[in-house]
């Protein structure tokens, strides 16, 4: 497409063309003619030429005007850009004149309609007025959209910090394993009656829990008498045998297993005690063996008669019946086909040894290669050095030779029992699957239990600790196991190798298993075998940087918490036997946890008798639940005052006066009683209300610390007592009692009753509390209008003449009290609080 200048360059061609063409010319007729026909051909030509472009407007002009449009569009394009001449072709093209619209645009100002109007001559009142009205339009509109502005914020932040304490919970609770899941602490508590021994009302906890809770309740009162500590796994495994529930009891059988070792010392980090000596191993495969021994007699008890079982009780009995049974009923199965070396007593060797090791008896498995014979001396002394001591490692010399053996024959053997057992015995082919012979999941780990070696005992390949439990917790993982749906036997493996805190917290996301995943961790906490974060606000599964992979960290006090979160309300008694749990822990100030929980508990649930007992008349505390936990280190004043002082932060008062009273904390008590009572000390007394109690609490107080030893600044008492006495002085002002409320000014001296009391009034005003001070301008307007009252009693009554004389001394004297409470308000370096003054001086004006 040409641009304009290109359009003004044909157009000054056409008109030197035509110039020439219409230039006169000596011609005759015949070239005439010839000249016409050459100029029309040559109009057609440049008509032709002139056709610049199909997207400009067609226009029908003289030459002239052509050429002026021209030079037109060309002086616009150089004042106003390329991309203001594309605008006006495109809207020009549509019929639209864009520089009409442009100088309508530029007399319209929409800053003029929103902003205030400038203000004109006061002599044009109509204008003036409009004016006014208009900017006063703009006034209240400007503040609506301020007003509406600021209330959308402060609801969006409410919305937000509401839905942020929500979730705040499971936020805190994010976990770091594979599985990323959050605990669900927010069902609805299944309600039960609750034990009527234990406390009133419904029950959050259903009967599961409450067993669990009964076992709590006894093991926690043994340690507190100082006797010796049952074993928690084991009473945890009776109740939840109780329940008839087998996969229950399943779990808490492998609980019992692993927890069957030495005791960790408590100064030890169980984490590293664990993955350094690998007690666990060892327990695993006791446990998987003794389980398929069990499941051996059981399948030989259901097929007695094809089992032929006989002659002396033994495993090796027990093995070459269950062998028999199966070669009787699977003869096709694959995984007798190919068997080799002959047999045993009627049986295939290696499916008599692999079953004789699967039920962990070396012994048995020993005799058969004995009676096997020749051709198998390397295995048979990697056995007897195995049988003689089976703690100590084995010789390497002969652990290599198997290997090698291995590699150059039996890899290859059609036998998989003979592979099996050469892998198990020699630690062989650790990626051998060995499919065919284990066909479970407990097949399975016993074979890479029996495979795994102490890291680094030599250069040959080996599976380590560390490498089976990635491999359950992250190679394979929950999805491979089929976990949401079995989560008892995903939790067994996981415990099978070493990883309590994975398989608690993996077990605890189930709502079925939780009260079960809770107390295993609890059992497993007192034999110190949980290992625990550095800092108690890590999430309930953390990672440590210092541990092995795939090891976690469980914070036992997080999984206390948030079950106990559930029932704490309904059942104080029980919520505080579980964090009776915690008392070993602190948190990030370094106060006891146990202590800190209680305190968090009795704010919760508000019912501080039932846990701290009340003060009696006699000033002893009676006991409450917390006092059956007292040692050295659980203190029942130390909580209260916890108490309070979380009160005082949250400027609840009137709690905070009650547990600094429990806990023998008599000035910060007093103190807080006189902050309340100054606020309340000049209003009327009615039942219920703050003042009446607070009120209570000060006689209480008054009489149990009167003559007693007091732990307290004088002036704090002293402060105390004036409030005391100014409340009754209110309470009689309040009740008309006029003469009994003077008797009290006149003897604790706070305001002047006449002149001379002036200086010593503003004297002891100096040496007040500030608490005292804050009531002085309502005692101020309490007594002036007693004055004012008996004033106008007094001139309205009727007396003889000879009482005429008493009663001008009696208007002088309240003229003179009214003048010294308004010289006093004036006086006294306080900021008198509202019309205080103007009120005493315009009462005092009507006095005379």
């Known amino acids: 497409m040409r641009g304009i200048g290109g359009y003004g360059e044909a157009v000054s061609e056409a008109r030197k063309k035509v110039f020439v063409l219409f230039s006169p010319q000596p011609r005759s007729d015949h070239n005439s003619r010839m000249d016409f026909n050459a100029l029309l051909q040559q109009a057609q030509k440049l008509t032709h030429e002139t056709q610049v472009s199909d997207d400009l407007p067609r226009v029908e002009r003289t030459l002239p005007q052509v050429l002026q449009a ?108 594979p599985s990323q899941s959050w605990i669900d602490i927010r069902k609805g508590p299944e309600q039960t009656i609750l034990n009527e021994t234990t406390f009133g009302g419904r029950s959050s906890l259903n009967s599961q829990e409450m067993a669990y809770a009964r076992e709590v309740h006894e093991y926690n009162k043994l340690v507190c008498e100082g006797a010796m500590r049952p074993s928690l796994v084991q009473r945890f495994s009776q109740v939840a045998d109780s329940f008839n529930d087998s996969r229950v009891s399943d779990v808490w059988e492998v609980v019992k297993y692993m927890a069957n070792v030495t005791p960790i010392p408590r100064s030890q980090d169980p984490m590293k005690v664990r993955c350094s000596q690998h007690l666990f191993i060892n327990q695993a495969k006791r446990y998987l063996e003794n389980r398929y021994k069990v499941f051996m007699q059981t399948v030989i008890s259901e097929h007695l008669r094809e089992a032929r079982r006989g002659g002396i009780p033994s495993v090796l009995n027990l093995v070459g019946s269950f062998v028999g049974l199966k070669l009787a009923t699977h003869g096709l199965n694959s995984s007798f086909i190919g068997l080799q070396d002959g047999q045993v007593d009627g049986k295939p060797l290696w499916p008599m040894v692999y079953y004789c090791l699967r039920c962990g008896d070396l012994a048995s498995a020993l005799k058969c290669m004995q009676m096997a ?17 089976p703690e100590q490692k084995t010789n390497p010399r002969l652990e290599l030779q198997i290997r090698m053996q291995y590699k150059r024959q039996i890899r290859n053997a059609t036998d998989p029992y003979k592979r099996a057992v050469y892998c198990i015995v020699g630690c062989c082919d650790i990626q051998e699957p060995h499919a065919d012979i284990a066909k479970t999941t407990d097949d399975f780990l016993w074979i890479q239990l029996s495979l795994i070696r102490t890291e680094g005992d030599d250069n040959s390949e080996h599976l380590t600790c560390s490498g089976l439990q990635s491999m359950i917790l992250e190679q394979y993982g929950e999805k491979h196991y089929n976990a949401n749906e079995q989560p008892h036997l995903y939790f067994q493996l996981l415990a099978l190798t070493g990883q309590y805190e994975a398989g608690i917290e993996f077990l605890s996301r189930f709502e079925k298993y939780r009260v079960h995943a809770v107390h295993i961790g609890l059992a ?34 997080r999984l206390i918490m948030l079950y106990v979160k559930k029932f704490e309300i309904t059942d104080p008694p029980e919520a505080l036997h579980y964090f009776y749990f915690l008392r070993n822990l602190k948190d990030s100030e370094g106060r006891n946890l146990f202590l800190v929980s209680v305190a968090d508990l009795a704010i919760e649930c508000r019912d501080f008798d039932l846990l701290f007992g009340r003060m009696q008349r006699d000033g002893m505390r009676s006991r409450g639940l917390i006092d059956q936990f007292e040692t050295v280190h659980i203190d029942a004043r130390t909580v209260c005052e916890m108490v309070a002082e979380k009160f005082v932060k949250k400027g609840m008062f009137e709690d905070a006066i009650k547990m600094f009273d429990l806990a023998c904390q008599q000035e910060q008590a007093l103190r807080y009683t006189s902050i309340l009572l100054s606020q309340v000390v000049h209003h009327a007394n009615k039942e219920g209300s703050l003042r009446e109690r607070v009120q209570r609490m000060a006689h209480e107080f008054t009489e149990r610390y009167t003559g007693a030893e007091k732990n307290c600044d004088s002036q704090t008492w002293t402060t105390f007592n004036l ?126």
């Not at 014979?373 to 001591?389: F, R, S, T």
Request: glycine share 4%; charged share 25%.
């Open 70 to 177: 021209t030079q037109e569009l060309h002086s616009r394009v150089t004042q106003t850009g390329a991309q203001d001449m594309q605008a006006h072709i495109l809207l020009g093209s549509n019929g639209i004149d864009l520089p009409k619209i442009s100088q309508k645009l530029e007399t319209l100002s929409a800053r003029k309609t929103f902003e205030p109007l400038d203000p004109i001559a006061t002599t044009d009142v109509q204008n003036f007025l409009r004016n006014e009205k208009e900017n006063a339009i703009l006034a209240v509109i400007e503040e609506v959209h301020k007003n509406s502005y600021l209330a959308a914020e402060t609801q969006k932040w409410d919305h937000m910090m509401n839905d942020w304490r929500q979730e705040k919970v499971k936020l805190m609770n994010a976990l770091i394993g």
């Open 373 to 389: 014979g020749q051709g198998h001396e390397d295995l048979i002394a990697v056995l007897e050095e195995k049988c003689h001591n």
């Open 524 to 557: 497993l906490n007192e034999l110190h075998m949980i290992g625990g974060p550095r800092n108690l606000q890590e999430p309930l599964l953390s990672v440590d940087f210092e541990d092995p992979q795939p090891m976690r960290r469980l914070n036992i006090a």
């Open 723 to 848: 409030l005391k006495d100014l409340a009754a002085f209110f309470d009689y002002y309040h009740g008309k009692n006029h003469q009994s409320a003077m008797d009290i000014l006149e003897r604790i001296k706070l305001v002047p009753l006449r002149m001379s009391d002036l200086d010593v009034a503003v004297n002891n005003f100096k040496r007040l509390s500030g608490e005292v001070c804050k009531v002085i301008p309502d005692l101020l307007l309490a007594t002036m209008d007693i004055a004012y009252t008996k004033f106008k009693t007094m001139k309205g009554k009727d007396v003889a003449k000879f009482d005429d004389l008493g009663k001008k001394n009696q208007l002088g004297y309240l003229r003179e009290q009214a003048k010294a409470l308004t010289n006093m308000a004036a006086m006294v370096p306080y900021r008198m609080p509202g019309d205080t003054n103007s009120r005493l001086i315009q009462t005092e004006i009507l006095m005379h």
